[in-house]
């Protein structure tokens, strides 16, 4: 008897696994239809690695002649005057824009535009925005999907024809039956387009969740971010089950919250922009977080004066390095052409100016700007081989190069006492206006560098639990000196204030920006007046029911 029993149970469980391992391998396996599929942590396409070298291009929804069409931005356009105005001459304009793309490199691209609707507070309608001649208006896509999953259609063709893959960007519901009714509506329209290879189904949750409540009202329980993914995750499976699914995480704090190591996504897309915090956000991604994983965006803006157009360059290669070797999946850049959305760092992101002519090699198509150095070394990128060299940075542990005051600390498992590896520390100052965050070394240690007193604090780590605090230190001086808490230099000074070329080695400043920009000057990021300390703090391993 007690055999059969056994047996009976082994039988279960081999079921039980059976199915697991089916759900869990089944964007693994390559599709019948030449899909892009992960294995390992890497996408493969017909057998052989596929690693996107994607632009992210944003598009908008225009009317012309009674005609719905996808179009770019008109930023991307004449700054004077539309180049298209026609649902063929738009469409001219975009094939030319891909084709050169494809000619610089590229094989993918991410859009960008396509989720921005509105709903209509009272019949809960969703709506996009159409540019049209005489004034804007809205398109009801609630009550006309095929309206809009048309236009898109066409622009997907158009990537394929010109040879890219696509990554849509478009935020999924989260307690919207009709928003739901349409991403729903989106996957079964592209089911079988091998073309797109991946849903952006959330942008930033850590700037968007909950964007229209107070403050106080924002914070997400881990628990809940990961019910509302595995929700996505089913949705995907049902109705776009050889489409890959991603989310566009932000950095690493969105730990705190929309947790990448737990939530049930085939990879992980992170966006990542200061060089100071670059390489050491891939360093974290790629050491704790146990999922295959790119960059969907980042950039050095570069105008060729505050920022010389060579050093965005020397970024790109250096973020691909450090991507390749640290185990990275791809490289998302952002953008296609210099915009006028306000401030430098928006501004100037991109691969093409508005100055002069560029034509594809063909002479068929042009577009009215100039490609900027970074653009013309997507196709070397392939030449750099990778070391698997992946070291943790000098400024890992205080990455802005703070230096009037450390908060040291210890965080250990609560369950077991053992110290957490790779927890993330964040603190603010009395305000909320200034805040910097670090992480824990193999021992549970961390140093946390400000220019100014932090009072409040989350600290969390890979699928352990999050806590929240306030605490007022007492601070020593680390030697002697002058200064009191009251008269500490820089004290506002924020992170997008901080350029990273004072932080560089003085032999890396060579002529004509020939240098190598993840390399930096060690004494310049272990300094501090003074020093308090935060004590042990606990964190407990989250439980997904």
Not at 10 to 34: A, G, H, M, P, W
Not at 84 to 109: M, P
Not at 242 to 250: K, P, Q, S, Y
Not at 271 to 282: A, G, S, W
């Amino acid at each position: 008897m007690l055999k059969k029993i056994i047996k009976y149970l082994f039988f279960i469980f081999y079921i039980l696994f059976v199915i697991r391992c089916n759900d869990t391998n089944k964007k693994i396996q390559k599709s019948e239809n030449d899909f892009i599929y992960i294995d390992g942590k890497y996408f493969k396409y017909k057998n052989d690695k596929f690693f996107p070298l994607m632009l992210n291009y944003s598009v908008c929804l225009r009317q012309v002649n009674e005609e719905y069409v996808m179009a770019p931005i008109k930023d991307y356009e004449d700054k004077n005057v539309y180049e298209g105005n026609s649902k063929d001459s738009i469409q001219n304009v975009l094939k030319g824009h891909f084709q050169l793309l494809k000619e610089l490199g590229f094989n993918s691209i991410r859009f960008h535009g396509i989720s921005n609707v509105s709903r209509n507070d009272t019949t809960g309608d969703y709506l996009v925005r159409v540019n049209k001649k005489g004034g804007n208006s809205r398109l009801n896509i609630t009550d006309n999907p095929d309206i809009y999953l048309s236009a898109i259609g066409e622009l997907v063709s158009i990537a394929e024809e010109k040879g890219l893959k696509v990554m849509i960007l478009f935020k999924a519901d989260i307690d919207d039956p009709k928003r739901r009714d349409f991403v729903i509506s989106m996957l079964k329209y592209f089911k079988k387009n091998n073309t797109i290879f991946a849903y952006d189904l959330f942008n930033e949750p850590l700037y968007f969740d909950n964007k229209k409540l107070p403050n106080w009202k924002k914070h997400r329980k881990k628990e809940d971010a990961y019910k509302i993914t595995l929700t996505w995750k089913r949705m995907m499976n049902k109705y776009a089950p050889n489409h890959l699914f991603t989310i566009g995480f932000a950095e690493p704090i969105e730990v705190f919250e929309w947790d990448p190591e737990i939530l049930p996504v085939d990879f992980v897309a992170f966006h990542t922009y200061h060089p100071l915090r670059v390489p050491n956000e891939i360093y974290w991604f790629s050491k704790y977080i146990n999922k295959p994983w790119m960059i969907g965006e980042t950039s050095l803006p570069a105008d060729n004066d505050s920022i010389m157009y060579s050093e965005q360059a020397q970024f790109m290669k250096e973020v691909y390095s450090r991507i390749v070797n640290c185990g990275g999946a791809g490289l998302g850049w952002w953008g296609f052409q210099d915009v006028s959305w306000g401030g430098f760092e928006h501004d100037f992101t991109s691969i093409a100016n508005h100055r002069g002519v560029t034509f594809s090699k063909d002479k068929k198509y042009k577009i009215k700007g100039s490609f900027k150095p970074a653009a013309y070394e997507v196709n070397r990128l392939k030449d750099i081989k990778p070391t698997g060299d992946c070291p943790c940075m000098t400024n890992y542990y205080n990455m802005l190069g703070y230096e009037n005051i450390v908060l040291i600390g210890k965080i250990i498992n609560g369950k077991t006492n053992e110290p957490i590896e790779g927890a993330v520390i964040r603190g603010w100052n009395k305000w909320w206006g200034i805040a910097a965050n670090t992480y824990t070394n193999a021992d549970g240690l961390y140093t946390l560098y400000s220019n100014t007193e932090f009072v409040h604090f989350e600290i969390s780590a890979p699928g352990m639990s999050k806590i929240t605090f306030n605490y007022n230190a007492t601070y020593e001086p680390t030697y002697k000196h002058n200064y009191t808490l009251e008269n500490l230099p820089n004290k506002n000074l924020e992170y997008h204030k901080i350029s990273y070329s004072q932080f560089l080695n003085k032999d890396t400043k060579e002529k004509d920006y020939n240098f190598k920009i993840f390399n930096f000057d060690k004494d310049k990021f272990h300094k501090a007046k003074f020093k308090g300390n935060i004590g042990i703090k606990k964190l407990y391993p989250i439980l997904l029911k």
